[in-house]
């Protein structure tokens, strides 16, 4: 493919979320185990890219799914105005309810694995999907779990973006696959610390099932936007902690 994602091949992908057929273009690259790097609310731009070839460096097969807005470059604006446009898919606000396109998501994983013939995937949400990474390890089909930065509910943070089956769900998963991984700056007012709180209350409350890291500083986009590729930077540690992480597990 020419462009700005040289070297990845595409398809379209179409499954159900919430009972109405939903199509999103798919793309990928590398080989080795899958990890489905699921796109933030800037886009996929050169930063997130970025963290693709990291990925595909360490030995896996990244999978980006393009949700929204243009490619190759960020447009927070503009794709918070599509967001809003989506409806069917992504429900910004809401508290204790699930987005149905993690049902497109879920499915998605699943294909990657089949046709892969891998043992399972893992995945990376980030910002408007970070939180999607918390109902996916509950998928059979998804072995770790990255969310990093998780923002929605997006005027509640307090509160989570899940339904009680799938805090449940995801609760039992974590208890056998062990403890996945969550990223957030210390001062972003998107994912602030009474996000971390809502998640230690749901799901730590008897065992360690998120590792929840609070980077120090301000900032918002650990892996991507905000990353800083220097030795000993958090943002850096937090990625080898990400590659450690999916290599043990996958």
């Not at 992504?90 to 879920?106: E, G």
């Not at 998804?142 to 997006?154: E, G, H, T, W």
Request: hydrophobic content about 45%.
């Amino acid at each position: 493919m020419s462009g700005v994602l040289r070297g990845y091949e595409r398809r379209s992908f179409t499954a159900d979320a919430a009972g109405h057929p939903v199509t999103h273009d798919v793309y990928w690259r590398g080989a080795g185990t899958p990890v489905v790097l699921i796109q933030e609310l800037p886009g996929i731009g050169p930063e997130t890219l970025r963290l693709a070839d990291a990925l595909v460096e360490a030995g896996h097969l990244v999978v980006l799914p393009h949700l929204f807005g243009p490619l190759g470059r960020v447009s927070t604006i503009g794709n918070t105005a599509r967001i809003l446009c989506m409806r069917k898919e992504l429900t910004l606000f809401s508290q204790r309810s699930t987005s149905p396109v993690v049902d497109w998501l879920r499915a998605l994983c699943r294909d990657v694995r089949e046709r892969h013939d891998a043992r399972g995937v893992g995945v990376i949400g980030m910002c408007l999907t970070g939180n999607f990474a918390f109902s996916l390890i509950a998928d059979e089909s998804v072995l770790a779990a990255v969310a990093s930065q998780p923002s929605m509910p997006i005027l509640s943070q307090d509160s989570l973006h899940m339904s009680d089956a799938d805090v449940a769900a995801s609760r039992a998963a974590l208890d056998d696959v062990g403890p996945m991984l969550a990223f957030r700056f210390e001062k972003d007012p998107l994912c602030a610390g009474a996000k971390f709180r809502a998640l230690d209350r749901a799901f730590n409350d008897d065992a360690e099932r998120i590792r929840l890291v609070t980077l120090p500083g301000r900032g918002h986009s650990v892996l991507t936007l905000d990353f800083v590729d220097a030795a000993g930077h958090p943002t850096r540690e937090a990625l080898d902690s990400v590659l450690t992480y999916f290599g043990e597990r996958l």
